[in-house]
T-cell receptor
Framework: DVKVTQSSRYLVKRTGEKVFLECVQDMDHENMFWYRQDPGLGLRLIYFSYDVKMKEKGDIPEGYSVSREKKERFSLILESASTNQTSMYLC????????????FGPGTRLTVT | DQQVKQNSPSLSVQEGRISILNCDYTNSMFDYFLWYKKYPAEGPTFLISISSIKDKNEDGRFTVFLNKSAKHLSLHIVPSQPGDSAVYFCAASEWGGSNYKLTFGKGTLLTVNP
């Protein structure tokens, strides 16, 4: 069964802290994605990766960085958390070829105070 | 510049009736369209998809219709059930685009009343 897991379901951090969100997939997928979901704004792509050590900016990369050292793991890093980064963060993965379907993790609700 | 638009933020339907969720797009290079369903505090789950070479795809109670000339697609749920209450996202992908990146709409909250 397809599985994407995220390290935390809920996270509370202080302004200025460095925050790591981890995502692991067990499907041997080449592509991995980080989104944030905000009310009224839908899903917005932050970064994605199509191979180990490869990354591309999405639509809203400012304030974020990513790391992909292993195929199964994709990390999202908030270098200095700010209150406007309070959001639901969703990780997804997909095959390099096929029908474009992305499989999502359960999400991490991050609150920055 | 929103390339995938879901103009109805919410929709309320009676159990057993048809739910119709709409989606419009502006990018003529989009060639594959997907619908996802999302419950609160869960990740989106894939529901149904359609390629641009088709105008209809059916899977059980769910049917997606694509009108390429109008750049419009719709998701029909018949009959609607209370468990269908969720946020529905329309998504599109561009042929030859960047590694199967999906562009999502803002979502429509469907409420099915018993």
């Amino acid at each position: 069964d397809v599985k994407v897991t995220q390290s935390s379901r809920y996270l509370v951090k202080r302004t200025g802290e460095k925050v790591f969100l981890e995502c692991v997939q067990d499907m041997d997928h080449e592509n991995m994605f980080w989104y944030r979901q905000d009310p009224g704004l839908g899903l917005r792509l932050i970064y994605f990766s199509y191979d180990v050590k490869m990354k591309e900016k999405g639509d809203i990369p400012e304030g974020y960085s990513v790391s992909r050292e292993k195929k199964e793991r994709f990390s999202l890093i908030l270098e200095s958390a700010s209150t406007n980064q309070t959001s639901m963060y969703l990780c997804a993965s997909s095959l390099e070829t096929g029908n474009y379907e992305q499989y999502f993790g359960p999400g991490t609700r991050l609150t920055v105070t | 510049d929103q390339q995938v638009k879901q103009n109805s933020p919410s929709l309320s339907v009676q159990e057993g009736r048809i739910s119709i969720l709409n989606c419009d797009y502006t990018n003529s290079m989009f060639d594959y369209f997907l619908w996802y369903k999302k419950y609160p505090a869960e990740g989106p789950t894939f529901l149904i998809s359609i390629s641009s070479i088709k105008d209809k795809n059916e899977d059980g109670r769910f049917t997606v219709f694509l009108n390429k000339s109008a750049k419009h697609l719709s998701l029909h749920i018949v009959p609607s059930q209370p468990g269908d209450s969720a946020v529905y996202f329309c998504a599109a992908s561009e042929w030859g685009g960047s590694n199967y990146k999906l562009t999502f709409g803002k979502g429509t909250l469907l409420t099915v009343n018993p």
